[in-house]
Nanobody, 119 residues
Framework: QVQLVESGGGLVQPGGSLRLSCAAS????????MSWYRQAPGKERELVAGITSASGSTNYADSVKGRFTESRDNAKNTVYLQMNSPKPEDTAVYYC????????????WGQGTQVTVSS
């Protein structure tokens, strides 16, 4: 059974930094593309960043390009989202998603971690 557990959320000041982690279990981690989504109050869930299973190629939402970096450590079954220079508009619940490279529609989600950007 797939289990994804996010951590690292909290309160951060604008211009600071924060690193989110998502630890996976119950899967062959290297076979899964991993993504970060976020959902702010009253808004739809949106893709923030994604990293492929094989090459580790990344893609980012325009709103976070140049500020956020996603990476993965297959030895630790963990994916990270480094958030640099966060803005108040980055405040949201951040979710981790795992999708098998051959069955991308069968995705699993974590429970989410709250990130609040405020001075």
């Amino acid at each position: 059974q797939v289990q994804l557990v996010e951590s690292g959320g909290g309160l951060v000041q604008p211009g600071g930094s924060l690193r989110l982690s998502c630890a996976a279990s119950g899967i062959t981690f290297s076979n899964y593309a991993m993504s970060w989504y976020r959902q702010a109050p009253g808004k739809e869930r949106e893709l923030v960043a994604g990293i492929t299973s094989a090459s580790g190629s990344t893609n980012y939402a325009d709103s976070v390009k140049g500020r956020f970096t996603e990476s993965r450590d297959n030895a630790k079954n963990t994916v990270y989202l480094q958030m640099n220079s966060p803005k108040p508009e980055d405040t949201a619940v951040y979710y981790c998603k795992a999708a098998h490279r051959l069955r991308p529609t069968l995705a699993s989600w974590g429970q989410g971690t709250q990130v609040t950007v405020s001075s």
